[in-house]
């Protein structure tokens, strides 16, 4: 049998919403069932992935600026590759901005808050952050180790 | 997320069932909060039905602990999951929120 390419995206999943708690919560239900269509993924990998997914979507709910009146809309979506988990996570209608990395040891241990955006770096192999047209979008991707 | 509190002489044990996100992360403050208020200065989380948190969860379980401490007590963690585990050695927090393998074995050795 062909093997599939590595390019060849198996499983895709894709959500808009207002970008609200709801929209968050949602994503996890988007996971459980991205993850029954692809299997294959290690435990690992889907746990830290989708963490990191779910940081950076409720980010966008808790910082994103509107550009606007229009509410914030937040876009979610997902391609699962054989070795490469990919998210592109859009903060539609934002003002543009450009979220900034503390260094963890700058952080106090005592902090409450200011470990998100660590913590997503932590979790995936790249991350970017882009102005496009109207909207800033983030894409995390994380290699995926032992397929 | 629902929290239930059962206090023993010991400590007070929070139960969190659910996800420790951006929606419950004020609500366990104020639990705790409560909780520490009416006398109870130990604490003990029990994450055992606690299958995700972010950071805000783990901001809130920091500001939890500081309420404990301010009031001479403290504040520990146990029966962690697997997606919190990560979390916490991933920010390095589990040097300060180190998790315990059950609710009793928290405070055994005070």
Known sequence: MRPFPMTEVLARSSRQGLATAATV?????????????????????????????????????????????????????ITIRSRRLEARISEIGAAPSSPGIS???????????????????ALVSTVTFERHGEDNVWVLCRHSSDV | MQFTVETTPAYAEVNGSGRLNMVAAPLLREVVAAVVAKGSHHVVVNM????????????????????????GGDLRIANVQPQVKMVLELTSMHRVLTPYESVDAAFSND
């Open chain 1, 103 to 121: 260094n963890p040891s700058e952080i106090d241990d005592d902090a409450e808050s200011g470990r998100g955006l660590n913590l997503i770096h």
């Open chain 2, 48 to 71: 055992e039905g606690t299958d995700f948190m972010d950071s805000s969860g783990l901001g809130a379980l920091i500001g939890c602990l500081k309420i404990a401490r301010q009031a």
């Open chain 1, 25 to 77: 919560d949602a994503l996890h239900e988007d996971f459980e069932a991205l993850w029954l269509e692809a299997g294959f993924v290690p435990e690992m990998d889907r746990m830290a992935f989708s963490t990191a997914v779910i940081e950076a979507a409720t980010n966008v709910v808790q910082h994103a600026v509107p550009a606007s009146e229009t509410p914030l809309q937040l876009g979610v979506d």
